[in-house]
């Protein structure tokens, strides 16, 4: 589930936000039946994970959906990984409406192939196919899509506050995992620290020095969850159900309560809005292997995309 977090986070670029997930807090007092029960959750979750140490494969579906008032934005893709291949097909939406109240529709439908070190991006703007050559992308997903090896899953369980069980029957059983904020924050800045961005002119650094600080308070207090349903067929994960909107609202909370931030009147509603009213969640579905024929980039598109310096020139999408 590790990699598939990353490689989601890679493709819809929301920085480090698909790391997260939240939900209302449990009282943490329990009686002695439901310390067992928690005991018991920890290791179907531990053996849930430990199932994927070794395992080169896997078949998934991913949707994000976005959501404040007057506007949506969606993206959705099928992927395969194979070894340290990776193929993806998907499209990226979004709806929203414009000053002049009229509503705007954009789509983007893309096709990814990646294999080790080389990587191709196919994606549609208007009527046209365009193909972005992409090397330094897929040098970072080369790690990502490789099978977790233990040390990194008794890390990812490290960052686990409490697991729950929801549902449990002699078929699938579906867990309540809720993740540590303040161990998230503390990760983010080693990553920081170890890779460090190129910050640009003096205040390009300013900013982002900035929004890294709102977001180290955005992980501390949101409430932090996903759910998990094991198939106990085969003791796999199944489905895995995200909600990161404590995170965005925490983030532009830290941001809007900052004194020392003069925001225009209009950014400052922007804010507002994702810190009161922000809906965003995650689902990722892991598929059989009759969906891999929809991964196949279509010849018409191979042929007819021309090469591109962008990877998306923004103003060549096409709104409906």
């Not at 009686?31 to 395992?55: I, P, Y």
């Not at 309540?176 to 303040?182: E, F, N, S, W, Y």
């Not at 159900?241 to 225009?264: C, M, R, W």
Request: hydrophobic content about 40%; glycine content about 4%; aromatic content about 10%.
């Amino acid at each position: 589930m590790n990699r598939i977090l990353k490689l989601a986070a890679s493709i819809f670029l929301v920085v480090a936000l698909c790391f997260t997930f939240a939900l209302d807090n449990v009282a943490s007092a329990a009686s002695n039946s439901n310390k067992t029960q928690d005991k018991k959750a920890m290791r179907l979750f531990r053996q849930s994970l430990m199932s994927t140490v070794g395992d080169n494969k896997e078949i998934f579906h991913q949707f994000f959906i976005f959501l404040v008032p007057n506007f949506q934005g969606e993206l959705e893709f099928n992927g395969k990984i194979d070894g340290h291949s990776l193929d993806i097909a998907g499209s990226f939406g979004l709806w929203f409406t414009g000053d002049d109240g009229k509503a705007i529709d954009m789509d983007l439908p893309f096709y990814i192939a990646q294999n080790g070190q080389n990587m191709e991006v196919y994606y549609k703007t208007g009527n046209e196919w365009e193909k972005y050559i992409a090397p330094t992308l897929a040098a970072d997903l080369a790690d990502v899509v490789a099978s977790p090896t233990k040390a990194e899953i008794e890390e990812q369980i490290a960052m686990t506050k409490e697991v729950t069980i929801l549902q449990d029957n002699d078929s699938r059983c579906t867990l309540l995992v809720k993740l540590d904020g303040a161990k998230l924050a503390d990760e983010l800045k080693v990553e920081v620290k170890k890779n460090p961005a190129d910050k640009g002119t003096a205040d390009d650094a300013a900013l982002q020095n900035d929004f890294l600080s709102y977001l180290d308070k955005g992980l501390r207090n949101a409430n932090i969850w996903y759910t998990w349903k094991i198939d106990k067929k085969n003791n796999r994960t199944s489905v895995i159900t995200l909600d990161l909107s404590s995170v965005i609202q925490e983030t532009a909370l830290a941001a809007l309560n900052d004194s020392k931030l003069e925001l225009p009147d209009e950014f400052r509603e922007i804010l507002e809005t994702l810190a009161f009213y922000t809906d965003f969640k995650a689902y990722t579905t892991f598929l059989g292997s009759e969906a891999q024929s929809s991964l196949i980039i279509p010849q018409e598109v191979i042929n007819s995309a021309k090469l591109a310096e962008d990877l998306v020139a923004a103003e060549k999408l096409e709104t409906k």
